[in-house]
C-alpha cells in the first residue's frame, strides 16, 4: 500500500503541475490578445511618435534565452539614441576560473555611461510601456506574463546546474525577482527569487507579482 500511495500521490502532483501550466498558458493568451486589440491605439500612437520623432527603428530587438534554453527574439520599443549602446561586463575569453561553477553571484553588467535615452523612451521606460510589444511574445509562447527576466544568450551558456532551474519555465514581463528589484545587478539574488517563484507557484502568487507590477507603473504617475 505504502509503494500505491507513492505512486497515486507522484501521479496526482504530476496532474497539478501540468494543469498549473496548462490553465497558465490560457490566461497568457487571453491576456495577451485581449491587451493588443485594447491598446492597440496606444501601441500606433507610441510608434508613430517615435517615428516622427527619433526615426527608425521604432523596435529594439535582441536574442535572449527562454524556456528549455531555446534562443528567441525579445521585442521592445526603442528607447535609447541609435548611437547608444550596452557594454555588458561579460567573462573574456578564455574565461576565469571563478565562472567555472557557473555565473558568480556578484556579476552584474557594466552599463554605458554615456548612453542616451529619447524623450519619447524616457517617457515610455517611466511607465513600463516600451515592453509593450513583448505581448507578442507572450501570444507567441516565447514568453509569459509572469516568470524569471529572459537571460543573455552570453551569460546562460555558464549557468551551472542550479542556476539553469530558471530556464525550466517561459520567462516573464514581470516576476517574483523583478518586482523584488533583484536583476541584473544582483545576479546571485535574481537566482534566488527565480528558484523560490519556480519551487513555489501559485495562482496566488501569479496573483501578488501582477497586482505589484501595476502598483509599481501607477506609482509612477
Same mark, same amino acid.
Given at each position: 500500500? @505504502? ?44 510608434? &508613430? ?5 527619433? @526615426? ?11 524556456? /528549455? ?22 567573462? =573574456? ?43 507578442? /511574445? ?11 527576466? =529572459? ?7 555558464? &549557468? ?11 520567462? @516573464? ?10 536583476? /541584473? ?11 523560490? &517563484? ?22 509612477? /504617475?
Amino acid at each position: 500500500m @505504502g509503494l500505491y500511495e507513492s505512486v497515486r500521490t507522484k501521479s496526482g502532483s504530476f496532474v497539478h503541475i501540468n494543469l498549473y501550466f496548462i490553465v497558465k498558458r490560457l490566461f497568457d493568451i487571453i491576456i495577451s490578445l485581449t491587451l493588443l486589440v485594447l491598446l492597440s491605439p496606444l501601441f500606433l500612437w507610441i510608434s &508613430y511618435r517615435l517615428y516622427k520623432k527619433e @526615426g527608425n527603428p521604432i523596435f529594439y530587438r535582441e536574442v535572449r534565452v527562454g524556456k /528549455n534554453g531555446r534562443n528567441f527574439t525579445l521585442w521592445s520599443f526603442r528607447t535609447m539614441m541609435n548611437s547608444s549602446k550596452v557594454i555588458r561586463s561579460l567573462p =573574456p575569453h578564455p574565461f576565469p576560473s571563478s565562472w567555472e561553477k557557473g555565473v558568480p553571484d556578484y556579476f552584474k553588467f557594466i552599463r554605458d555611461k554615456n548612453k542616451v535615452y529619447t524623450m519619447t523612451g524616457t517617457w515610455l521606460r517611466k511607465y513600463n510601456l516600451e515592453k509593450l510589444p513583448q505581448l507578442v /511574445n507572450v501570444l507567441k509562447g516565447d514568453m509569459s506574463l509572469v516568470g524569471p527576466s =529572459p537571460e543573455i544568450p552570453e551569460i546562460a551558456q555558464y &549557468y551551472n546546474r542550479y542556476q539553469s532551474s530558471r530556464l525550466k519555465v517561459r520567462p @516573464g514581463i514581470t516576476g517574483y525577482a523583478q518586482i523584488h528589484d533583484a536583476t /541584473n545587478d544582483n545576479h546571485g539574488q535574481k537566482i534566488k527569487h527565480d528558484l523560490y &517563484y519556480i519551487n513555489n507557484y501559485s495562482y496566488k502568487l501569479e496573483g501578488k507579482i501582477i497586482l505589484e507590477f501595476f502598483k509599481r507603473i501607477f506609482s509612477n /504617475n
